[in-house]
C-alpha cells in the first residue's frame, strides 16, 4: 500500500545569537521559513550573550513565524545566568523550549537538551581525577541521560511508532565540529550525546554549537546529524540561514 503520510517539513537553525540592535533583522527570515517549513527547530545561542533584553527582541521577531518553534538554549543563553527569564518570555511568546523534555508536533516527536562537552569517541575526557574534572564529565552524562529519557517518553503510549527528532546545542559526534580548531574539540559537543540517538533509533538529531563545523555527519549507528549553526549555512550558500529536512 502507498504510504499517503503527508512529510513534515522541519526547518533548523541554530546559533543565531540574537543581540538587542537586532530589531527587525530577522522578520524576512522566519517569513520565509513560515512559508517554506512547518516547523521551526532553534538550536541553541539564541541569544547573543544571555540578555533577558535580547531574547525580548528574539520574541519580538518571531511573532513573523507563523508555524510552531521548538528549541533548547545554548551556553550563550546562560551567560548573565538569566537563562529562567530567557525561557520565560520565550515561552510567553509561544516557543517550546526543551530541557529534557518533548513534544509531539504534527505526528513528530521532538526531543531536547542543550548538552555540554566532553570530547569524543576514544578521547572522551574519563570519570577519572580531581573533582572538578568528575563534574564536568557526570554534566556531560546527565545530559545524555536526560535526552534518553525524553526520547523514551516519545515511544510510550503510542499505538504507531512516531518519528524521533533530536534538538540539541552540542554536538553529538565529531564529524560535525570538523573544522573547528582540534584543541577545542572537547568544549564542543560529547559522543555521550550520540548514545540516546543509537538507541533510541531517531530519525536525525540537530545540533549547533560548533560556528566552523561541518553541515552533515552520522552517527556509529547511521543516524543523520546536522550542524545547523547560522554561520556554516552561511558559508554553505544559503541565503536565509535555515536547513530544511522532511520527515
Ligand atoms: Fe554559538
Ligand atoms: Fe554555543
Not at 535580547?54 to 513565524?65: I, T, Y
Not at 520565550?90 to 537538551?113: P, R, Y
Not at 549553526?229 to 536547513?243: D, Q, R
Request: proline fraction near 3%; charge should be negative.
Amino acid at each position: 500500500m502507498a504510504n499517503t503520510r503527508k512529510k513534515t517539513r522541519v526547518a533548523a537553525m541554530g546559533d543565531i545569537h540574537v543581540r538587542v540592535s537586532d530589531r527587525g533583522k530577522w522578520r524576512e527570515c522566519f517569513q520565509a521559513v513560515s512559508e517554506q517549513a512547518d516547523i521551526l527547530l532553534l538550536c541553541g545561542d539564541l541569544t547573543d550573550t544571555g540578555q533577558e533584553t535580547e531574547a525580548q527582541v528574539l520574541a519580538e521577531e518571531l511573532s513573523a513565524c507563523s508555524i510552531p518553534v521548538v528549541g533548547v538554549l545554548g551556553n550563550h543563553d546562560y551567560e548573565r545566568d538569566q537563562q529562567e527569564a530567557i525561557v520565560e518570555v520565550l515561552v510567553k511568546n509561544h516557543m517550546h523550549l526543551l530541557d529534557g523534555e518533548s513534544i509531539i508536533i504534527h505526528g513528530v516527536g521532538f526531543a531536547g537538551v542543550k548538552g555540554f562537552g566532553g570530547g569524543f569517541d576514544r578521547y572522551m575526557m574519563p570519570m577519572f581525577g580531581e573533582t572538578m574534572n568528575k563534574q564536568f564529565v557526570q554534566e556531560s552524562v546527565n545530559e545524555a541521560l536526560r535526552l534518553d529519557q525524553a526520547l523514551v517518553r516519545l515511544e510510550s503510549g503510542e499505538e504507531t511508532e512516531i518519528k524521533k527528532i533530536a534538538v540539541l546545542h552540542y554536538a553529538p559526534i565529531k564529524e560535525t565540529v570538523v573544522g573547528e580548531p582540534e584543541e577545542i574539540f572537547p568544549f564542543l559537543g560529547s559522543s555521550h550525546l550520540a548514545e540516546p540517538l543509537n538507541r533510541r533509533q531517531v530519525t536525525a538529531a540537530f545540533h549547533g554549537h560548533a560556528h566552523m563545523g561541518t553541515l552533515q555527519g552520522k552517527t556509529s549507528e547511521g543516524i543523520p546529524v546536522f550542524n545547523v549553526a547560522k554561520a556554516i549555512l552561511k558559508k554553505a550558500g544559503y541565503h536565509l540561514p535555515f536547513f530544511i529536512y522532511e520527515v
